[in-house]
């Protein structure tokens, strides 16, 4: 049963260009939203999160959109960057209380390539 | 920011030997450590919650007594994969969060362990 889904495979963008990656989720008990980024053979790192509270949160380059009633999030990078390529992992936490804050479920990751 | 450190990088090890992995939290205290496995071209699945001072939560599906974990200090956990075989080569990354409840959105991921079985 998968809970959080990245239908997207991969994902080819032009310098310059948006990069719009695309997240689902099933779980209404998820309160939290995150996207890692992730190079081959490394852990991942933390890109930029979202409160299910929120709708939307900026960071520079970087901006997530959450729509809870569609239960769907994107990420989107504007303008893309060779650099941003990678795969990237939206993650959401389902709240549970005391040591549970950590624990994240996983979509399958999407592989982006920014080409010059 | 945090850092989370993984040892070793990289084992390669003979089928039926036992493979010790190291998670150590480098600038905060963790309570708290999480252990992912990830197949190639796959999502990290979490294996277990490792908690300091108190047995691990394993997920199901996930066998304990094949993947122990040790969580003796607030800055360190281990994953021996024991009697290993092939099967068991994945990559395998562990990720802790700051004690402080305000800073644990940012869940910090070591750089993981490739392990290979022959």
Known sequence: DQQVKQNSPSLSVQEGRISI???????????????YKKYPAEGPTFLISISSIKDKNEDGRFTVFL?????????????????????????????????????????????????? | GA??????????????????????????????????????????????????????TYEQGVEKDKFLINHASLTLSTLTVTSAHPEDSSFYICSASPRARGANEKLFFGSGTQLSVL
């Open chain 1, 21 to 35: 990656l695309n997240c689902d989720y099933t779980n209404s008990m998820f309160d939290y939203f995150l996207w």
């Open chain 1, 67 to 116: 729509n809870k009633s569609a239960k769907h999030l994107s990420l989107h990078i504007v303008p893309s960057q060779p650099g941003d390529s990678a795969v990237y992992f939206c993650a959401a936490r389902d709240y549970a209380g005391g040591t549970s804050y950590g624990k994240l479920t996983f979509g399958q990751g999407t592989i982006l390539t920014v080409h010059p």
């Open chain 2, 3 to 56: 850092v989370v450190s993984q040892h070793p990088s990289r084992v390669i090890c003979k089928s039926g030997t036992s493979v010790k992995i190291e998670c150590r939290s480098l600038d905060f205290q963790a309570t708290t450590m999480f252990w992912y496995r990830q197949f190639p071209k796959k999502s990290l699945m979490l294996m277990a919650t490792s908690n300091e001072g108190s047995k691990a």
